[in-house]
């Protein structure tokens, strides 16, 4: 079976790696001009002029990848499989749409607002207490688009920053700590979670995810598939679904979800019986799922802007690194480092000494370091 991936980053040469196993071939449809996939064929196609071309090529299309144009997906959609189906690329290209769809599913979100204008995005920043964030509705991703408005006076500057001509105004979480929920759903409506894991973030980009979430209570996981689950069931989805969340003292608030296996499922390659990968080319292969129960306590370490002493790295006893053949650049993945151990004093001990030797990596900050 050829599989076809809309988008061609590091998502989808882990999505190839996964399903070479399975026989599975991949053609990558790329319209950034710049694929980074380094394996399969990939079709560069700016102006999407080469989709016959990409169709004649796959069986199946999926994507890695959700800023692309909906109208391609849907011309695919029309003569192939695309899964998940183009309307949930839909949904997560847009913050008022998504957040309109959590609302109606009973999924809870920050309280929030539409702006369009400066003196709009004021009025909402009254309307809803300060601190706000502010969020461009489109395009936004790794934390850009966005400014906090401490006072509504800010909000002439922010508008100015954000530079887009609308956006969604959230109250300001006050979360313990980040967390996110990555689930599967087979072609035959089967549905299967991945223990939750704690995320870490620094200047907006994710650095450390820790799973299963260390002092989860099972209720909070409970929920978080509950909630996951009635989004797989409204979209009629199929492959991996991921959703990023808040951990408060009054339970989870929704942030965000991604149409697509997700940075903070990176754990899952070694850390899982079958990985994020694997188990979305099965999905979208119409294949079973695989069991998704985690293999121990895992952390996966970024890799972000530079590479740091790789070589001292591989020679730690307990380090799994994935590198994606990336040049260096600021804020850039290049690549991660998965730390499985027995007992989390044990992962916070190997972490630690994994990370000295990626220079690029902010201290190691969870739940593990700071709360007893
Ligand atoms: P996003 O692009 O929506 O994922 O936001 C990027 C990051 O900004 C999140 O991972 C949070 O750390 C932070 N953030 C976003 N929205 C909120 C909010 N309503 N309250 C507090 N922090 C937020």
Partial sequence: MRIGVLGAGQLGRMLALAGYPLAKDFVFYDMSGSPSAGLGEVIIDRDGQYLDDFLSRVDRVTYEFEHLPVTIAEKLAEHTTVHPCPRALEVCQNREAEKTLFGRLGIPTPEWQ???????LKAAAEALGCPVVAKSITEGYDGKGQAVLKTPEEAETAWASIGHPRVIVEKFVNFRREV?????????????????AENTHHEGILRYSIAPAPGLEPHVQQDAEK?????????????????ELFETAEGL??????PRVHNSGHWT??????????????????HALGNVQARGLSCMINIIGEHGDIERV?????????????SERPGRKLGHVNI?????????????????FLPGSPEFKSTLTTEG
């Fill in 180 to 196: 996110s929920i990555i689930a599967v759903r087979a072609e035959d409506g089967d549905v299967a979670f991945y223990p939750m």
């Fill in 253 to 258: 608030i929704a942030n965000e979800m991604a």
């Fill in 269 to 286: 390659i070694e850390g899982a019986m079958t990985s994020q990968f694997e188990n979305h080319i099965r999905a979208v292969s119409g």
């Fill in 340 to 356: 499985l151990a027995d007992s989390y004093e044990e992962l916070v001990w190997r972490v630690r000494n994994c990370v000295q």
């Fill in 114 to 120: 539409v702006a369009d204008s400066a003196d709009t």
């Fill in 227 to 243: 909630y996951i689950k009635s989004l797989l069931n409204e979209l009629n989805y199929v492959g991996v679904l991921t959703l």
């Fill in 314 to 326: 591989l020679e730690l006893p307990y380090t799994h690194v994935h590198l994606y053949n990336k």
